[in-house]
């Protein structure tokens, strides 16, 4: 009977031997992956901040734009603007010389 309890005693400890080694192995592989991971996040992360970057210049250069489309927009406007009034006053001028030759016509 000792015998056996102490068989089974050293079986314990072979088992919890192999099962420390166990935990050991599983444990540096799991540190191994996680530092996998890690550089995977961290190459991730920089790709991200430089997308970011590359968009905000975008944006930048966009609202530069805007505003010399804006300018220019309105200097085609101002343009298209000072081209009618100068049409419509050159049409009012003409009619009024035509207006001030009928009345001396009535008059006369």
């Known amino acids: 009977m000792e ?3 102490l068989e089974i ?3 314990l400890q072979n088992n919890l031997s192999e099962l420390q080694n166990d ?3 599983v444990k540096a592989d799991m540190i191994t ?3 996998n991971i890690l550089v995977e996040l961290q190459n991730d992360m920089k790709t991200v901040k430089t997308d970011i970057q590359e968009i905000k210049e975008t944006v930048n250069r966009i609202e530069e734009s805007q505003s010399e489309d804006v300018i220019g927009l309105l200097k ?6 000072d081209f009618e009034a100068d049409y419509i006053n050159n049409r009012i001028t003409e009619m009024d010389k035509r ?3 009928l009345e001396k016509r ?3």
């Open 3 to 5: 015998n056996r309890i």
């Open 76 to 81: 085609a406007t101002k343009k298209k603007t």
């Open 33 to 35: 992956e996680n530092s």
């Open 9 to 11: 005693l050293l079986e």
């Open 106 to 108: 009535i008059e006369n």
């Open 99 to 101: 207006l001030f030759q």
């Open 23 to 25: 935990m050991k192995t």
